[in-house]
């Protein structure tokens, strides 16, 4: 399994994990407890660790989201609070949420050192949300909280890749949800609202771009040899089903 294709295969887990730290119910509830909804506590979960810039500043460093659904989050968060507050809550709570998700899984400290490698072996430019989120202090140490932020890093390592790899595919980020497989759907969950563009002749350019992103991602895994890259695909996804049994 060459870097790329490693970075292709672990797409799915890494995705579904991070995506389960933010949708926790505890999560939520924290967010609650700071005066914020689910929507502003995501969009300050991925942008408030860049401090309280404007919130165009915001959406663009996301990319994905819809400029004026970053906005309606970053107005309220900044009603009540600070962004770079909210990141830090975020940012504990992904460490509480792996030591109780991951502590009883035998191979998390397996799992934590892999992914901490690709992690900090990473080219971080042009990735300024990842860049920020690598930088920022880890209240954890424990083995589960390490290895949920190792994979909240991988995820939005990605997330960064991708971001560059549909804008030289020429496609805008809404161009790019709307070819990806969730199509209109994952649109509107993004906050986009129509008319659409024809989405057929989009598909092609979002594959081109998935491709070029497994290959920036890849990048990143070559610091493994061809057995480190196979343990860590087998291990994120041995995560993903226990956390399913969970």
């Not at 939520?28 to 005066?35: I, T």
């Not at 906005?71 to 940012?91: L, Y």
């Not at 909240?152 to 020429?170: I, N, S, T």
């Not at 890849?218 to 226990?242: I, K, N, P």
Request: glycine share 10%; hydrophobic share 50%.
């Amino acid at each position: 399994m060459n870097p790329d294709q490693t970075a292709g295969a672990c797409r799915r887990s890494v995705h579904e994990l991070s995506t389960a730290f933010s949708e926790c119910p505890r999560t939520l509830s924290r967010s609650r407890q700071l005066g914020l909804g689910g929507w502003a506590f995501h969009v300050a979960g991925r942008a408030g660790v860049l401090g309280t810039v404007p919130a165009e500043v915001a959406a663009a460093a996301i990319g994905f989201i819809a400029t004026e659904a970053v906005t309606d989050g970053w107005e309220a968060i900044c009603a009540v609070t600070t962004p770079a507050e909210v990141a830090a809550v975020s940012m504990a709570e992904c460490c509480r949420w792996g030591v109780e998700q991951f502590g009883d899984f035998p191979q998390v400290r397996r799992l934590a050192e892999l992914a901490e490698a690709v992690v900090a072996d990473a080219d971080a430019t042009g990735m300024p949300l990842f860049a920020a989120w690598r930088a920022m202090p880890r209240p954890d140490d424990a083995p589960g909280a390490r290895a949920a932020v190792a994979v909240r890093l991988l995820a939005e390592h990605r997330a960064g890749a991708q971001l560059l790899a549909v804008r030289v595919a020429g496609l805008t980020p809404l161009a790019a949800v709307l070819g990806g497989p969730e199509g209109t759907s994952g649109a509107v969950a993004a906050g986009w609202s129509p008319p659409w563009p024809p989405v057929g002749p989009l598909v092609r350019r979002r594959l081109w771009a998935d491709q070029v992103t497994n290959r920036l991602v890849g990048q990143a895994f070559a610091v493994l040899d061809a057995a480190g890259r196979r343990e860590l695909v087998s291990l994120l996804d041995a995560a993903l089903a226990h956390l399913r049994r969970g």
